[in-house]
Nanobody
Framework: QVQLVESGGGLVQPGGSLGLSCTAS????????MGWYRQAPGKQRELFAT??????????DSVKGRFTISTISRDNVKITVYLQLISLKPDDTAVYYC???????????WGQGAQVTVSS
């Protein structure tokens, strides 16, 4: 099992910046990649940023150039990834979920979700 704990999020004005952190613990040896999804009201959950154990990153077109995912620490007991969000738009308003994918167990793990609201 892998446990994910998120922190960050909140209310920000359009054009502002925000950061989200996610710490994975437990069977982290099995984690191949970590990423971020978001779900806006009335919409499906969408994947928009991932980072692999090798440091390879991918982004959805909707966030490319504005959001940055990085691994800020990794040891034998935990992995912490950080999501930097800049130039935020009202359309970025959503609940943001951290995700870890285990190739060994072929399953996804989820954080508890963090609300990001972009509004003036």
């Amino acid at each position: 099992q892998v446990q994910l704990v998120e922190s960050g999020g909140g209310l920000v004005q359009p054009g502002g910046s925000l950061g989200l952190s996610c710490t994975a613990s437990g069977s982290i040896f099995s984690v191949y990649s970590m990423g971020w999804y978001r779900q806006a009201p009335g919409k499906q959950r969408e994947l928009f940023a991932t980072i692999t154990n090798g440091g390879e990153t991918t982004y959805a077109d909707s966030v490319k150039g504005r959001f940055t995912i990085s691994t800020i620490s990794r040891d034998n007991v935990k992995i912490t990834v950080y999501l930097q969000l800049i130039s935020l738009k009202p359309d970025d308003t959503a609940v943001y979920y951290c995700n870890a994918f285990s190739m060994l167990y072929t399953r996804n793990y989820w954080g508890q979700g963090a609300q990001v609201t972009v509004s003036s």
